[in-house]
């Protein structure tokens, strides 16, 4: 069973850090893109950012491009979400995700298992 457990979220002013991260058990992890996405209320879920299966190469929405950065440990199954210079507009939930191949993809339906999300919320 494929489980995927988000940490790190929480409240922070404009301007601040916030790094999330994301446990993944049941699945070969090294195997796997990972990415993660967003969803504010009443919107979509959105792209955000992706790592392929080794770590080297990544992809990032244009909206956290230069402030946010994708990485991974695969010694500890983890995948990690650096948000750095955060704006009120990042408030949504965060999701992880497992890809179903090895190489980044930006559509949701590129990934087969998702996390339970964890919130984000940037004060003005």
């Known amino acids: 069973q494929v489980q995927l457990v988000e940490s790190g979220g929480g409240l922070v002013q404009a301007g601040g850090s916030l790094r999330l991260s994301c446990a993944a058990s049941?699945?070969?992890?090294?195997?796997?893109?990972m990415g993660w996405f967003r969803q504010a209320p009443g919107k979509e879920r959105e792209f955000v950012a992706a790592?392929?299966?080794?770590?080297?190469?990544?992809m990032y929405a244009d909206s956290v491009k230069g402030r946010f950065t994708i990485s991974r440990d695969s010694a500890k199954n983890t995948v990690y979400l650096q948000m750095n210079s955060l704006k009120p507009e990042d408030t949504a939930v965060y999701y992880c995700?497992?890809?179903?191949?090895?190489?980044?993809?930006?559509?949701?339906?590129?990934?087969?298992?998702w996390g339970q999300g964890t919130r984000v919320t940037v004060s003005s």
């Open positions: 995700a497992s890809d179903k191949g090895r190489f980044v993809h930006s559509s949701t339906s590129a990934y087969d298992y």
């Open positions: 049941g699945r070969t992890f090294n195997s796997y893109a």
């Open positions: 790592i392929s299966w080794t770590g080297g190469v990544t």
